[in-house]
């Protein structure tokens, strides 16, 4: 390897290293190194006990005849078997029996959790003692209509409607449509009918700026509409450390509670710089399941980029492109607004796909990717018009090439939970 400084990206089981040139090195961003908390159960008891904005959860169960606890899936990293016990003890306490608490996987529009999932997620005994589901999604018979909100169609999982009390758990990361992970976004798209997360996709796709860790995200001011049309009472928010452990945690009112979790969220994941880089070097982790998911750290790229850049994305994929099989030729159009106009006028048959694709298109307007991907085919990264690399130490190799001598180097680690920003 060339002399300069050795980084490792998390790859899979075994990461993968590379060596940046330290006259080209601009920036390695990455989370934070902040302390866990000492005792995380201690503090979400704590949060559920003394929220903000709401009454504590167990006076909130108070009186009721059911609750449906929201958790979201797979693709993230929220311990929800940590925050589940101490939830359901209160929602038992406030006189709600077990038979009466649905736990229900956020899916939004992603591929059902198995069983076997599930109980990870969840824990053994949780999934022993209470009924835990996914949200449907896909079937129609299965939704509720509430009407439009802001001349957008809501479309709810019923059992979600059916539920007296609503209360949601999810991690705050930076997100690149919503803005933000959490709060009101464990009802849209969370439990959203398709025809609604279709809609909310397509308002990411239409807005012209990268929404990537933006709390003034226009999708995020129409979840919460939606959120506070569905009738979600309670939330509790994780922020986790760069390693997955608890940091701090929040509760109570779906926006307020929110807003404080971002800010205490940018203490672990807010990357300042002062240059933007001619190549940016991003790993997915940990949102590395599949292409879908995988593209968050893009955006995160796109904030560190040069104008005529290019953003390489290394990536595992090891479910390959995902749920939405027809997302490489969404990636790869060439402008963003005939794929636009596509999706208006119902040409394309993954319109979620095609919309979630609209913001990447419109960053290949500015500057060029890359991608390093065991789970992708030369076929697939070519379809996107992404460059295919071997690993991230050709990548770098090939484009010192391209760029020249002088070339500055940015690498963001885990950059689905890296929110680059420049200061000056």
């Known amino acids: 390897m060339p002399k300069g400084r050795t980084i490792r990206l998390p790859y899979g ?3 993968m290293e590379f060596v940046v040139p330290e006259s080209n090195l601009v920036a390695v961003l990455e989370p934070q190194p902040v302390s866990p908390a000492s005792d995380p159960v201690a503090d979400i008891e704590a949060a559920l006990d003394r929220p903000t904005g709401t009454a504590p959860l167990a006076e909130l169960a108070r009186g009721r005849q059911s609750a449906i606890v929201i958790c979201d899936d ?4 929220t311990p929800a078997s940590l925050a589940l016990p101490p939830i359901l003890r209160r929602l038992e306490a406030g006189g709600i029996p077990a038979d009466r608490i649905l736990i229900m996987m956020a899916l939004g529009t992603h591929r059902p959790m198995t069983e076997a999932e599930m109980t990870r997620k969840v824990g ?15 079937l129609e018979d299965k939704l509720r209509y509430l009407g439009e909100v802001d001349d957008l169609p809501l479309y709810v999982d019923r059992r979600v409607m059916e539920a007296d009390l609503k209360i949601s758990i999810g991690t705050v990361l930076p997100h690149p449509a919503a803005g933000w992970g959490g709060g ?4 849209c798209p969370g439990v959203a009918g398709e025809r609604t997360v279709r809609s909310l996709h397509y308002l990411q796709g239409a807005t012209p700026r990268n929404l990537f860790g933006d709390v003034h995200s226009p999708v995020r001011a129409a979840i919460e509409k939606w959120a506070a049309r569905v009738g979600l009472e309670f939330t509790l928010n994780l922020i986790l450390t760069g390693k997955g452990e608890v940091y701090r945690v929040t509760a109570g009112h779906f926006v307020q509670s929110h807003r404080e979790a971002v800010e205490v969220a940018l203490e672990v994941i807010g990357a300042p710089f002062q240059e933007k880089a ?3 070097i991003v790993d997915s982790h940990p949102a ?7 593209t968050k750290a893009i955006t995160a790229g796109d904030l560190a980029a040069k104008d005529g850049g290019t953003v390489v994305l290394v990536t595992p994929c090891p479910e390959g492109v995902g749920p939405h099989a027809e997302l490489p030729e969404y990636i790869g159009a060439p402008e963003v607004e005939p794929l636009l106009e596509r999706i208006r006028r119902g040409e394309v048959s993954e319109p979620i796909a095609a919309s979630g694709s609209a913001t990447l298109v419109r960053m290949g307007e500015r500057i060029s990717f890359g991608v390093v991907s065991g789970g992708l085919t030369r076929e697939e990264a070519e379809s996107m018009r992404f460059a295919c690399y071997d690993s991230a130490q050709q990548a770098l190799d090939s484009l010192l090439e391209q760029y020249g001598p002088k070339a500055r180097v940015t690498v963001i680690l885990q950059g689905a939970e890296t929110l680059p920003y420049q200061v000056q």
């Open 278 to 280: 001619d190549i940016v």
């Open 124 to 138: 053994a005994d949780v999934m022993a003692r209470y009924q835990v589901v996914n949200s449907e999604f896909w």
């Open 184 to 187: 009101g976004k464990m009802i």
């Open 74 to 77: 797979m693709t993230r990293p």
């Open 13 to 15: 089981g075994a990461g």
């Open 288 to 294: 590395d399941l599949d292409l879908w998911q995988a």
